[in-house]
């Protein structure tokens, strides 16, 4: 009987989520509190807004449009501010001066998976993003990120001129609707256990525990 299959674990996410950001930060830690654990993170995409056009959206009116007005983002983005603090995230959301389609940035971490790279590229455009304030609709943002990565950003700068895995993308989001994922974070864990939003390391931690000791044998 083996015991060495790892424990799957899918995040539902989207990279202008700042939410998601704190999550993947609370995953890690985690999985530090678990180092007989043997775990493989995938990352699907979400959309928080899929009427954005693919050049994106002025920030102010986005947020104007989103929330209001600038100050009562402030407001909402202040708890965000806080809780990255806490996880070691400098937000800088003065910074950012478009609120992005992230379709192209999620074909990234498509691409990233068949070379087991999809974390990487996560964090780069989580980072750019979030702390530089880039614009995730800029190609040469994307290739920056790729190649901070690790990707072949030669290979990477021919698809995205391309509709390369979009229907896929789009497909992926609608089939995170349809399973009844309204927010994220979303980790789904050994397909069995969700989690939804960014929960303490502790909360995700006992989870993948739980999900360990109730693993059938194979």
Known sequence: MSTTAPIVIDVISDVMCPWCFIGKRRLEKAL??????????QWHPYQ??????KEGKDRKKYLEDKFGGEERAKEIYA????AGAAEEINFQFEAIKKAPNTIDSHR??????????QDAIVEELFKLYFTEGEDLTDKS?????ADRAGLNSELISELLDTNQDVKEIESDVNR?????????????IDGRFAVAGAETPETLAATIRHA???KSGE
């Open 32 to 41: 530090m509190l678990l180092p007989q654990s043997t775990v493989k993170v």
């Open 48 to 53: 928080l807004d899929a009427t954005l056009p």
């Open 79 to 82: 708890q965000v501010r806080a």
């Open 108 to 117: 990234l971490i498509r691409w990233a998976r068949s070379e087991s790279m």
């Open 141 to 145: 943002v994307l290739l920056d990120a």
């Open 176 to 188: 995170a609707h349809e399973i009844g994922v309204t927010g994220v974070p979303f980790f789904i």
């Open 212 to 214: 360990e000791e109730t």
